[in-house]
């Protein structure tokens, strides 16, 4: 999503970070004393608010952190009455996340889109096509024996197709 958004609105101001990054800056403003300063309290908002898109991949992860959770909460809110857009990746349902009611409403009010496991066929789709943007061709035989022997991690089976082209040279 990140990309695509770059790609087709470079103007647009996208942030794009890990829950455990949200965490970290959020603990690190935490830990200077600077939370409740001008300046710490400033500078977090800045980054996560004065965006045109924000994405946070494993909101899960903000589960037993009562502290960021309310402070996702307020930046959820912030961009939302600004119009701004929110994408978050979970490895669940929002229904199933143990999380503040505020929070699991807002997420559920959004649009829901479930990734399913790739089948064989979308599996060899995926190899020939990120063998097609690294300017490589790859045999049907072989991306039909890559996506049978992978598992149904997208990571792992682009990790199979680099080591193969990297063998290929």
Known sequence: IFNDLKKRSPKKKVLYVTSEKFYDDFISIIRSGKAYSENGTTSFKNRYRNVDVLIIDDVQAFQTKQKSMEELFHTFNDLYSMKKQIV??????????????????????????????????????????????????????????????????????????????????
């Open 88 to 169: 978050l990746s979970s490895d669940r349902q929002p229904k199933d996340l143990d999380m503040d009611d505020r929070l699991r409403t807002r997420f559920e009010g959004g649009l829901l889109a479930e990734v399913l496991i790739p089948d064989i066929e979308t599996k060899i789709a995926i190899l020939q096509k990120k063998a097609e943007n690294k300017k490589q061709i790859l045999p049907l035989d072989v991306a039909t024996y890559i996506a049978e022997h992978s598992d149904n991690n997208v990571r792992s089976l682009e990790g199979m197709l680099n080591k193969v082209l990297f063998s290929a040279i």
